[in-house]
């Protein structure tokens, strides 16, 4: 069964701090991964995509990896803001059938 | 550019009533999505629509009806609601249903069933 770990489940920063979000698939076969970010209220926004063959892909302050082999991927938030403040969401997209895997996701909560 | 809009952003039922979420994006996309978003879980896909004039089931799709009324819009009904269907609902729209494709989401709508 395809499935997309992400931990941890929740965690508090520091305004100004860095921090890492973790996500663990099993999807297979793998196409694509992408990291959403879920402000409170709203609708899950993109903030990267890659494929297999991309290990790096940023987005101002998010930075996301990817390792196919071990089937992990990285969401790395630097210089955190309190704007920061959401939950990030990983989705794996299987290359049959066109299906997406959503992680549970993690609840970033950044302290002035 | 209003992107995806769903209606009702809240609403209240009653075991066995039902209601329609109606869903509608301005972005000229072909492919539309249901989803429903329950604590500490992921979203789970309810349906989809690949195209105008198409849909299929998706993950959990008891308990609901949809209606791709034209390419704009597309629409979830609850017959006879359920308690278990208190959650809170996305609608997505993407460029086609292939896998690369990004999905936009709605704001979303939280549903109570009581």
């Known amino acids: 069964k395809n499935q997309v770990e992400q931990s941890p489940q929740s965690l508090i920063i520091l305004e100004g701090k860095n921090c890492t979000l973790q996500c663990n698939y099993t999807v297979s076969p793998f196409s694509n991964l992408r990291w959403y970010k879920q402000d409170t209220g709203r609708g899950p926004v993109s903030l990267t995509i890659?494929?297999?063959?991309?290990n790096t892909k940023s987005n101002g302050r998010y930075t996301a990896t990817l390792d196919a082999d071990t089937k992990q991927s990285s969401l790395h938030i630097t210089a955190s803001q309190l704007s920061d403040s959401a939950s990030y969401i990983c989705?794996?997209?299987?290359?049959?059938?066109?299906?997406?895997?959503f992680g549970g996701g993690t609840r970033v909560l950044v302290k002035p | 550019n209003a992107g995806v809009t769903q209606t009702p952003k809240f609403q209240v039922l009653k075991t066995g009533q039902s209601m329609t979420l109606q869903c509608a994006q301005d972005?000229?996309?072909?492919?539309m999505y249901w989803y429903r978003q329950d604590p500490g879980m992921g979203l789970r896909l309810i349906y989809y629509s690949a195209s105008e004039g198409t849909t299929d089931k998706g993950e959990v799709p008891n308990g609901y009806n949809v209606s791709r009324l034209n390419k704009r819009e597309f629409s979830l009904r609850l017959e006879s609601a359920a308690p278990s269907q208190t959650s809170v609902y996305f609608c997505a729209s993407s460029e086609a249903s292939s896998g690369a494709n990004v999905l936009t989401f709605g704001a979303g709508s939280r549903l109570t069933v009581l």
């Open positions: 890659m494929t297999f063959s991309e």
């Open positions: 989705v794996v997209s299987a290359a049959a059938g066109n299906k997406l895997t």
């Open positions: 972005m000229n996309h072909n492919s």
